[in-house]
């Protein structure tokens, strides 16, 4: 299916929003594998997992392909990337959505349980303040049972190594450069896509009103997740995967 006659397929915009987002991250399938690699080796293959601000539900997505005894709970404020899970996901019982801002300190009321075995997120952190981050990272603390997990993989750089990160930079973005050649849809080509789609219309407008372009968050080290999520009461917390720009911080409560 073409990306124009996306309109009649759910399934067809989730692989679109997949193919979108490996433009930027070619290993992102690997980190989503170790990533439920984890989930199983610490709280078993039946989770109750929270897939923190989900977009398109792709974790819960692997997610529940993997474990069929799994339940998802996907929490966003995204109307448009709502739509999308809840159309893609129509019909399957193992996964409510909740819409909510991560930034309002009672967002964890809209949920349907107390507590998680696991909290799961993956590109999507990096849209709030580090102090935003800090106090969302102790109402996880809170969430996820004794136990429990909290995963994140998202950009995580080390401004200690300019060298590297620049060598690294010219060669992704060379590889990107190809591929946008031979006809990759980028982020705004993408959300152009779903404007133009009248399901999509009214909800990509709202969520345009909402974020604005892009995010204006930071970024901070892995280090820093890593201690802050140790100070909102996390026994043990730290990278257990990594490429060149990104990386995945495992918390254990």
Not at 193 to 207: I, S, V
């Amino acid at each position: 299916m073409t990306e124009t006659a996306m309109g009649s397929d759910w399934q067809a915009w989730q692989d679109s929003w997949d193919r979108q987002q490996e433009w930027y991250m070619p290993d992102r399938e690997e980190r989503f594998r170790v990533m439920l690699d984890m989930v199983e080796a610490l709280v078993g293959p039946e989770p109750r997992v929270l897939d923190l601000a989900c977009g398109t539900g792709s974790i819960s997505d692997r997610l529940l392909k993997r474990f069929p005894k799994a339940e998802s709970v996907g929490v966003d404020l995204d109307p448009a990337l709502l739509a999308i899970a809840q159309g893609y996901f129509e019909g399957e019982d193992r996964i409510r959505f909740v819409r909510a801002d991560l930034k309002d300190p009672h967002w964890t009321a809209r949920l349907p349980h107390d507590s998680y075995d696991a909290v799961l997120t993956a590109t999507a952190l990096h849209w709030l303040h580090t102090e935003d981050l800090r106090g969302l990272y102790g109402q996880l603390g809170g969430l996820v049972r004794d136990g429990g997990v909290f995963l994140n993989a998202d950009r995580m750089p080390d401004d200690s190594t300019p060298r590297i990160n620049a060598a690294e930079r010219a060669f992704r973005h060379a590889q990107m450069d190809r591929a946008k050649e031979a006809g990759t849809v980028d982020w705004a080509e993408w959300w152009q896509l779903a404007a133009a789609d009248p399901r999509l219309a009214g909800p990509t407008a709202e969520r345009f009103a909402i974020y604005g372009e892009h995010a204006d968050g930071d970024t901070p080290s892995a280090q820093w997740h890593a201690q802050v999520l140790r100070d909102a009461g996390f026994a043990e917390a730290r990278p257990v995967w990594t490429s060149p720009t990104d990386s995945l911080v495992l918390a254990l409560k």
